[in-house]
């Protein structure tokens, strides 16, 4: 049994729990809200580099007269445009979570 799944299992029974496992489950999510809040702003911050890399890199083609736009961003955008889907994830987390995938296991390797 996964962690997500012991504490999707914790809800279930609560009026059996004492006070005292309340509180436990209580603290276990909370440490698992900062792991999980921990991992996604070192995402973001990795996210932010990126951005920044790719936006000085775009900008330098420009000053050097290359076009900023190539026939390969034309098509993403096409096939963006073409889909539809709005109020859509473009990941599925619950598929995420079952695989096991995001657990924040690695989050401790980002310094």
């Not at 995402?43 to 890199?57: C, M, N, P, S």
């Not at 000053?63 to 096409?78: K, P, T």
């Not at 709005?86 to 995001?102: H, N, T, W």
């Amino acid at each position: 049994m996964t962690v997500h799944e012991e504490s999707d299992d914790a809800l279930l029974g609560l009026e059996h729990k004492s006070n005292e496992e309340l509180h436990t489950l209580l603290d276990d999510l909370y440490a698992e809200e900062q792991r999980v809040s921990y991992r996604r702003r070192v995402l973001h911050g990795k996210i932010d580099i990126l951005r920044a890399e790719l936006v000085g890199r775009l900008k330098a083609g420009r000053e050097a007269g290359r076009d900023v736009i190539s026939g390969h961003d034309v098509d993403r955008l096409i096939d963006i445009l073409a889909n539809d889907l709005r109020g859509v994830s473009r990941f599925d987390v619950a598929e995420e979570l079952a695989s096991g995938d995001f657990d924040g296991s690695d989050a401790d390797d980002e310094s």
